[in-house]
């Protein structure tokens, strides 16, 4: 395939992401169905694409922090992935997650997912997801580890529906990924894949200052 970049960045991205949203949303609405969106990022990165999907439905924007299992030896390679909150995915080898490396790498993805979410949850308001439509947002999808366990995390805030949205994501995942959640958006599975990065013009490295300003800039309306 070409390798020509699909989005300018991730504020372009989440432009054309929040029209699909919001054209699923009102496929319910016509439907008579209530909603309630509750538009919920990745961070860091899925952040700035969530926030233009956030502003188009009016709503406040909240975090899932969920980190890549990996071992020291290499950091690259996926073989589960970790929340904040406790929950714990790991990838289809059965053995991984009984090692004695897995579960020390599994602690430091647990503490760096803890570290996180102390520095963003106090820019963000308190949440009621019970019976909302959780909008799941991320700037793209390589393995799905992560997007896969935030939604694991989100299940247990009993919202109505999750939806899986991300500008990118493998064309080979999107058959797993769409039996994760109640729906799934995708606006572009390339194929070969190989990084998210590739497909944008400008990916540079959120800083967790950045982030937290993006957070607190939205969410100042609906905080407390």
């Known amino acids: 395939m070409s390798s ?5 960045d991730r504020a372009s991205a989440g432009i054309h992401l ?3 949203v919001i054209s699923a949303l009102n496929e319910l609405r016509a439907a008579e169905m209530e909603i309630r969106p509750i538009v919920c990022a990745l961070p860091r990165g899925g952040i700035p694409v969530a926030l233009p999907v956030a502003q188009q439905l009016g709503c406040p924007v909240d975090i899932v922090v969920a980190k890549k299992i990996t071992l020291a030896e290499n950091t690259e390679l996926a073989i589960g992935a970790a929340t904040a909150s406790g929950d714990v995915l790991w990838s289809n080898a059965p053995w991984i997650g009984n090692r004695p490396q897995s579960q020390e790498a599994l602690q430091r993805a647990q503490a760096k997912a803890e570290n996180q979410l102390v520095q963003l949850q106090p820019c963000c308001p308190k949440i009621d997801y019970s019976g909302a439509i959780a909008i799941l947002v991320d700037d793209g999808i390589a393995t799905g580890m992560t997007m896969a366990v935030a939604v694991q995390a989100l299940r247990s805030q009993q919202p109505a529906q999750i939806w899986i949205c991300s500008p990118l994501a493998p064309q080979e995942l999107l058959e797993w990924l769409g039996k994760q959640a109640e729906r799934l958006i995708i606006l ?4 070969p894949f190989f990084s998210v990065s590739r ?3 400008e990916f540079p490295q959120l800083s967790l200052v950045d982030a937290q300003n993006l957070l607190r800039s939205h969410n100042q309306q609906f905080l407390a």
Do not use: T
């Open 18 to 20: 929040a029209e699909r």
């Open 4 to 8: 020509i970049p699909l989005f300018s």
């Open 199 to 201: 497909f944008y013009v």
């Open 188 to 191: 572009d599975a390339p194929h």
